[in-house]
């Protein structure tokens, strides 16, 4: 059975600090991985993605991926009180193109910033 | 364009009875995913579509659940009849590959 953890939270970080958010997964067969955040009463929006092992980063957002270790991260750095909202880590078994499987995600981590 | 455009947003019900729920994906995208939202479990892939086809229905709880894809811009997922415990937000997303899915807003449903 596919599982993806994360941690619960509430994560509660500075504004202007780092914020980092990880997950792990079970299925060693997992090809891609991506960062969904969810606004309270919201659906989810698509924040990063990563395919290969090491860093990607986007703008004030890095993802880092280690498939050895089964473990996914996302740092949020200059983090802002807009950040606030429950991060969702998701994996799929497609090498490439999160849109053409089914996503197993994870619960989510609660994530505040503190102004 | 418009998103992905699910009705209705609200539905409040009585155990028993059917409930059916409606998605229009984007305009263009091929791939149709619905999932389940609640707190004990998270979100949870139902069933999901390819050219209207059903490709993976593994996630669908019960018998209880069906859910169509008639032509490239609908689909319904149709609870019947339904239980205090399908109480939820669906979710209906579309992709066009390899790009992202895109979720809708979401119908929240609450059978009591």
């Known amino acids: 059975q596919k599982e993806v953890e994360q941690n619960s939270g509430p994560l509660s970080v500075p504004e202007g600090a780092i914020a980092s958010l990880n997950c792990t997964y079970s299925?060693?067969?997992?090809?891609?991985f991506f960062w969904y955040r969810q606004y309270s009463g919201k659906s989810p929006e698509l924040i990063m993605f990563i395919y290969s092992n090491g860093d990607k980063e986007d703008g004030r957002f890095t993802a880092q991926l280690n498939k050895a270790s089964q473990y996914v991260s996302l740092l949020i750095r200059d983090s802002q009180p807009s950040d606030s909202a429950t991060y969702l880590c998701?994996?799929?078994?497609?090498?490439?193109?999160?849109?053409?499987?089914?996503?197993?995600f994870g619960k989510g981590t609660h994530l505040i910033i503190q102004p | 364009d418009a998103g992905v455009i699910q009705s209705p947003r609200h539905e409040v019900t009585e155990m028993g009875q059917e409930v059916t729920l409606r998605c229009k994906p984007i305009s263009g995208h091929d791939y149709l995913f619905w999932y389940r939202q609640t707190m004990m479990r998270g979100l949870e892939l139902l069933i999901y579509f390819n050219n209207n086809v059903p490709i993976d229905d593994s996630g669908m709880p019960e018998d209880r659940f069906s859910a169509k894809m008639p032509n490239a811009s609908f689909s319904t997922l149709k609870i019947q009849p339904s239980e205090p415990r399908d109480s939820a937000v669906y979710f209906c997303a579309s992709s066009s590959v390899p790009r992202t899915q895109y979720f809708g807003p979401g119908t929240r449903l609450l059978v009591l």
């Open positions: 998701a994996v799929n078994q497609r090498g490439s193109g999160g849109g053409a499987d089914g996503l197993t």
């Open positions: 299925d060693r067969g997992s090809q891609s």
